[in-house]
């Protein structure tokens, strides 16, 4: 097989791909011809590598170190031990679990049951093997779980911590409804889709912009200006002045990320400066 020569070359030395093929035995990589050029692949070791990147067996960087980047480097993780142990699907099944618990705590086992893809019969087996502790939440038909050793930190961490969360953050996509974030007064505010039409909170199940979560809620929203070279943030109702000064404090923070040390604030590689100064009007309308 194709993915098991490449894996056989790559090794702790990052190598691009043309390296990579460099070093495969002559013939283990034939043409795809005519059928492969179509759908822009010419042989089967791109296919290949990403193959072993989705199992953890190799990583990707970006060629030259920076964000702002279309040409990728590879090398061995070394975690082929840990591989061979997830064979075993309810170790995996418990892993993932423990991850999603980690990350989007508290969270129901429904959310669980969807972000994995197992029946809830599964999940259920999978999160017998941790120690949960469960929350009642109003609104809510099913208990919330997180990690016992997190949950003494939640009312802290909740009434002290401010974040600028991603165009695309695990917080929010593992869950199965954003509306679970926002507290149900803000659920009619409308915020624009990527089909160009509006959609209130309450019927959202991603959000398509960035967030920010405050005091253990998504708050509101913000984006970074190229043009001033700033964040810029909107919550969804007038803030008090605590909640002001949290989240000033942690648009700085972002505004020199961005702007001094990552020197990039997209979202992905085909956003440009245009589309960004367009979103961040829409914060400042908001904020307005």
């Not at 469960?134 to 809510?140: I, P």
Request: glycine fraction near 6%; hydrophobic fraction near 45%.
């Amino acid at each position: 097989m194709v993915r098991d020569a490449v894996l056989g070359i790559v090794d702790a030395t990052v190598r691009t791909l043309d390296e990579l093929r460099a070093r495969l035995p002559p013939g283990t990589v034939g043409s795809l011809g005519e059928v492969g050029k179509k759908v822009g692949l010419s042989t089967a070791s791109p296919t290949a590598i990403r193959f072993l990147e989705a199992q953890g067996l190799v990583l990707r960087l970006p060629a030259s170190g920076h964000l702002q980047n279309e040409r990728y480097v590879w090398r061995r993780t070394g975690v082929e031990d840990i591989v061979k142990e997830l064979d075993d699907l309810r170790a995996a099944h418990v892993q993932v679990a423990s991850h999603f618990f980690t990350v989007a705590g508290p969270a129901t086992l429904g959310e669980l049951s969807s972000f994995a893809g197992l029946a809830r019969q599964k999940a259920t087996v999978a999160i017998a093997a941790l120690e949960l502790v469960a929350f009642d939440v109003d609104g809510s038909a099913e208990p919330h779980l997180m990690h016992r050793a997190m949950s003494d930190e939640l009312p802290e961490a909740a009434a002290e911590t401010t974040h600028l969360l991603g165009f695309i953050d695990p917080f929010v996509e593992y869950r199965s409804s954003v509306s679970r974030l926002v507290d149900d007064r803000h659920h009619a505010v409308e915020l624009p889709q990527t089909n160009g039409k509006n959609a209130a909170l309450r019927d959202l199940k991603a959000l398509w912009h960035r967030s920010i979560h405050d005091a253990g809620e998504i708050c509101g929203v913000w984006e970074f200006d190229p043009r001033s070279e700033q964040v810029v943030t909107a919550c969804f109702e007038r803030a008090d002045a605590g909640r002001k000064k949290r989240i000033a404090a942690a648009a700085d923070r972002m505004t020199i990320l961005l702007r001094d040390t990552l020197a990039d604030a997209r979202t992905f590689s085909l956003d440009t400066e245009e589309k960004l100064w367009r979103r961040a009007s829409l914060v400042r309308s908001m904020a307005g």
